[in-house]
């Protein structure tokens, strides 16, 4: 069955990673799918956990903890792989490790602030904003700016 895509860029899924609430826009996100273990590789950076299969493609999997240079979290029934879709309309898919899966939330540009922290590893500009989710607040995140500067998608 072809996934439909939602045209509406006011959404957004919202998962924990590297212990912060993150909100990336819904176009990015393939799938949420249930923890497994990637096959680890030598040689490949720290922050690449390992690659897996998914639909038939090897894809790298990232932990945003070992990219910001925090202890990785004990895996649980929670934890979950963020599939996300490069938004260059090629068949590049990337998995992200994250502590658990939060739903989805409408977030208009209007309510997104401006976010002036630096988190380590995540590259200027990744982080678009700030906004409220529910009680809390997400930081609005475009894993492929990070993921440019970490040259993730010359891989293949």
């Known amino acids: 069955m072809e996934q439909v895509k939602l045209k509406n860029e006011n ?6 990673a590297s212990g912060l609430l993150l909100a990336v826009e819904y176009r990015y996100i393939r799938e ?12 490949i950076p720290s922050y690449i956990k390992g690659l897996m299969n998914y639909l038939g ?15 990785e979290p ?12 490069s938004p260059n309309n090629i068949s590049v898919h990337i998995g992200i490790i994250a502590e658990s899966f939060m739903g989805s939330a409408k ?3 209007p309510g997104i ?14 982080i678009a904003g700030a906004a409220k989710a ?8 475009n894993p492929f700016l990070a ?4 040259d993730i998608l010359n891989l293949k």
């Open 113 to 126: 602030s401006a976010y002036t922290g630096n988190i380590a590893g995540f590259g200027n500009g990744s």
């Open 11 to 16: 959404i957004h899924t919202l998962f924990r």
């Open 134 to 141: 529910g009680n809390d607040t997400a930081l609005v995140f």
């Open 32 to 43: 949420i799918i249930p923890y497994v273990e990637p096959v680890f590789f030598p040689c």
């Open 107 to 109: 977030i208009p540009e």
């Open 74 to 85: 004990v895996i649980s029934n929670r934890t979950c792989i963020v599939m996300l879709e």
């Open 147 to 150: 993921l440019e500067k970490l």
């Open 57 to 71: 493609e090897i894809c790298p999997v990232i932990s945003l903890n070992a990219l910001s240079g925090r202890e």
